[in-house]
């Protein structure tokens, strides 16, 4: 039997503990700090499903996936390279740019693939593809990973977009940089709960 295909939930009080743990305590890690080794490939898979799994408003999928392992991301880092010389940059900042993708083992990048015209609104298939960024951070870091979120210039580019297979109307919610941290994690400073919550 393929895995996943019967649903199985563990008893509430068995998982709630170590789940509530992992989302008081989890942060991202830098891409500028990252090494080896990435997730295996039923790592990224179970990865993957499990951002699959997201709210989705009329069942759409208003997302995929591409993933840049491997020599992939130099050849991603490549384009890049190739758009910034052609606006003029210096050497330094094309070459800057060419390792881009090299910081982390593994790169997934979220595209947001919205439909127009029809009953749910497109604010909420974004919403979705950005759950899913966040799912893909959480499960990373269960699987002992550290993973960062960034979108950065590149996700923007409507050059780099179209190098990167883009359809019309698509957009890059983040790129999901993967791996483990070279440098300790260091917590951030965190919202003053009363100053952000209000009761009706």
């Not at 393929?2 to 509530?20: C, S, V």
């Not at 997302?63 to 490549?78: C, L, S, T």
Request: proline share 8%; with cysteine.
């Amino acid at each position: 039997m393929p895995r996943y295909q019967e649903l199985k939930i563990p008893p509430f009080n068995q998982t709630a503990g170590g789940a509530l743990d992992l989302l008081l305590t989890r942060r991202s890690g830098s891409a500028k700090t990252m090494t080896g080794p990435g997730p295996t490939p039923g790592q990224l898979a179970d990865i993957l499903r499990c951002a699959t799994r997201v709210p989705d408003h009329g069942k759409l999928f208003p997302w995929r996936f591409i993933v840049f392992e491997g020599d992939a991301r130099g050849r991603a880092g490549d384009i890049l390279a190739d758009v910034t010389r052609a606006e003029g940059a210096q050497e330094r900042q094309v070459e800057e740019e060419r390792g881009r993708f090299l910081r982390a083992p593994v790169v997934v990048g979220v595209i947001s693939t919205t439909r127009e015209m029809i009953k749910i609104p497109v604010w909420e298939q974004e919403l979705s593809a950005g759950a899913v960024c966040q799912t893909m951070l959480i499960a990373a870091t269960a699987m002992g990973f550290v993973a960062n979120w960034l979108t950065e210039w590149y996700a923007f580019h409507p050059m780099v977009k179209d190098k990167l297979g883009l359809k019309p109307g698509e957009r890059i919610a983040g790129f999901i940089y993967i791996g483990h941290p070279a440098a300790p994690l260091e917590e951030r400073p965190r919202p003053d709960m009363d100053t952000i919550v209000s009761r009706f």
